[in-house]
């Protein structure tokens, strides 16, 4: 294994490394770490910047492999990375997408005040935990025929709204409007229609969750305003993907695409990178299965948001004025997408995988909604529950310099078995209620996984975002309520 120290990165400024293509002689591109000099350091501890390296010898990839702050070690690529990949001659890999396909964050806002439900947190919590079903392997009680799951992995978010699940004002709020163009439900296995059939408008287990949160404090006051969001107020968060559907989709093509690799002759330092061009028929295949786990994932946040408004309005009608829930954004943290950027100055279409790693749209950018074109898309950043979570936006800097992307949360510095070892669920419980947040978990062991221990300094992680200039800071949220699988 190559030995990592800070000798092999030239320091750009404060919160940007890079890795010269120089360093290996299979190298295509350079690798560029947005981070502080600590948080790059916390990521000698595994193989995450290892495995950077390896993303840069991927054939076609253009500008640089980016990895932002929350980096650690996943499957081939590291979380955190970002690489696009020119339409004509590159590659697209599963494993820089990820298992779960369009795990993602939705942010809603309410007029509510924390006096107005300070009373309700606790049914408010238990209410939602049976509204919206959680934990590793737990189906839904929306079970869909084959031709109707096929139909939803078309649509995405806009069945839910054909079926009355969905408002316009989600649809517009959701990125990319909650479909990606070119699903191809013809390539999906039956194990993977079998999986999906059961789990739409459910939470999972792992780090996936439900949070009422109270808008701790506003930073940058027209942005926020333009999101709904007030100091005191009330806001909630849904994190979670495509589930056992999606993981399906991944664990298929992994396999099915080690034949390309051999075939077109694709030398690999990592198997884990399997992959095939973007033109290929492999390529193309992957890219129709991958697009019905999106839009699946699209899909069940719009189907859980369904049912929290229906938890607050079974809590909370009659005894508050408005307890609606009005949408923020909704953004994908897991995906792979085709986008015009700007290389080397010339504007080109790349393939954009985004592996733990979120969209950062600038003000005026194509793809927004028009009320965000001003002050830019809103970037989602969960905490590690019992932590903050932040709400940022893109900037013009990050078109330029990270492909439009940012971080998605803390990132893990402990793997879930370690967690388990270290910290025991029911301590961690009455710390959480005694820093007055309701907790609902379906396991104690599950719990201890997802310590705010277990994960870096949100805070930190935020500043190197912003230090960098490729987010800007609007607010920051505290929990009250957090569901767990």
Request: glycine share 10%.
């Amino acid at each position: 294994m190559t030995e990592i120290s800070f000798d092999i990165f030239t320091q750009i400024w404060e919160f940007e490394w890079e890795i010269s293509p120089d360093f290996r002689s299979d190298m295509r591109v350079p690798v560029r770490i947005f981070a502080s000099k600590s948080l790059l350091q916390d990521s000698f501890r595994d193989k995450s910047i290892i495995q950077a390296i390896n993303v840069s010898t991927l054939p076609g990839l253009v500008g640089a492999v980016m990895v932002m702050p929350d980096m650690h070690q996943g499957y081939g690529f590291p979380i955190g990375g970002v690489a696009a990949a020119d339409v004509e001659n590159g590659v697209i890999s599963p494993g820089g997408i990820g298992y779960d396909i369009n795990c993602g964050v939705r942010l809603l806002s309410t007029k509510l005040s924390y006096d107005e439900i300070k009373d309700y947190l606790s049914i408010l919590a238990t209410t939602i935990d049976q509204y919206c079903p959680s934990g590793v392997g737990v189906d839904s009680d929306l079970t869909l025929s084959k031709n109707e799951l096929i139909e939803a992995c078309v649509k995405g978010a806009k069945w839910a709204k054909s079926a009355g699940y969905a408002t316009q004002e989600d649809i517009l709020h959701t990125e990319a409007n909650g479909c990606l163009d070119g699903a191809d439900p013809s390539k999906l296995s039956e194990r993977a229609l079998s999986r999906g059939r059961t789990q739409l408008g459910t939470l999972g287990g792992g780090n996936h969750f439900i949070e009422v949160d109270i808008v701790a404090k506003v930073f940058d006051e027209e942005a926020a305003k333009v999101m709904g969001l007030y100091p005191g107020k009330i806001a909630a968060q849904i994190h979670t993907g495509s589930r056992g559907f999606g993981h399906q989709i991944c664990t298929d093509y992994v396999r099915q695409l080690q034949n390309a690799v051999r075939k077109y002759g694709i030398s690999l330092p990592d198997k884990q990178l399997v992959c095939a061009p973007i033109q290929s028929s492999e390529g193309q295949d992957y890219l129709g299965a991958m697009r019905c786990g999106a839009n699946f994932a699209f899909l069940n946040r719009q189907l859980l948001t369904n049912r929290l408004r229906e938890a607050f309005e079974k809590v909370l009608a009659g005894k508050v004025d408005d307890w609606h829930l009005k949408q923020v954004y909704d953004i994908a943290h897991n995906i792979g997408k085709f986008e015009k950027h700007v290389v080397n100055g010339e504007e080109k279409l790349v393939c954009v995988h985004r592996k733990g790693a979120t969209r950062a749209f600038g003000p005026g950018s194509e793809g927004i909604p028009d009320d965000y074109a001003e002050i830019g898309q809103p970037v989602l950043v969960p905490g590690s529950m019992g932590t903050a979570s932040w709400v940022l936006t893109g900037t013009e800097l990050s078109m330029a310099r990270s492909f439009g992307s940012s971080c998605h949360g803390a990132g893990r510095v402990m793997s879930r078995s370690q967690a388990k070892r270290e910290v025991w669920g029911e301590d961690l419980l009455k710390h959480l209620e005694k820093e007055g947040i309701e907790i609902r978990a379906g396991s104690m062991a599950g719990l201890a996984e997802e310590a705010p221990q277990a994960y870096k300094d949100v805070d930190l992680v935020v500043e190197s975002v912003v230090g960098a200039g490729i987010a800007k800071k609007v607010a920051v949220l505290h929990p009250l309520v957090v569901i767990k699988g």
